[in-house]
């Protein structure tokens, strides 16, 4: 089992920048695709990047493209969102996700909220 907890979200003004982290337990962490969604009231959830076990690569929606980096450390069972040049409607509950057979996401964080003011 994996459980999830993310943590760096909040207030920031627009164009600026935020680093999300998301702990992860469990032995098997490095077999895991791991990847980060958001969620705005009112929205469906979308994807927003995600990168395979260690030796893949990583991917992006359009959304990310340009502006969110996608990173892991298996060393410290962690994953990270470095997002750059916020925009208001980048305002959502981020929610890291783990998958070891994509794309069915097995487990769930419980999210952190960012809020971006213009």
């Known amino acids: 089992q994996v459980q999830l907890v993310e943590s760096g979200g909040g207030l920031v003004q627009a164009g600026g920048s935020l680093r999300l982290s998301c702990a992860a337990s469990?032995?098997?962490?490095?077999?895991?695709?791991m990847g980060w969604f958001r969620q705005a009231p009112g929205k469906e959830r979308e994807f927003v990047a995600r990168i395979e076990p260690t030796g893949g690569g990583t991917y992006y929606s359009d959304l990310a493209k340009g502006r969110f980096t996608i990173s892991r450390d298996d060393a410290k069972n962690a994953v990270y969102l470095q997002m750059n040049s916020l925009k208001p409607e980048d305002t959502a509950v981020y929610l890291c996700a783990a998958a070891y057979i994509f794309p069915r996401v097995d487990y769930w964080g419980q999210g952190t909220q960012v809020t971006v003011s213009s």
């Open positions: 469990g032995r098997t962490f490095s077999m895991y695709g």
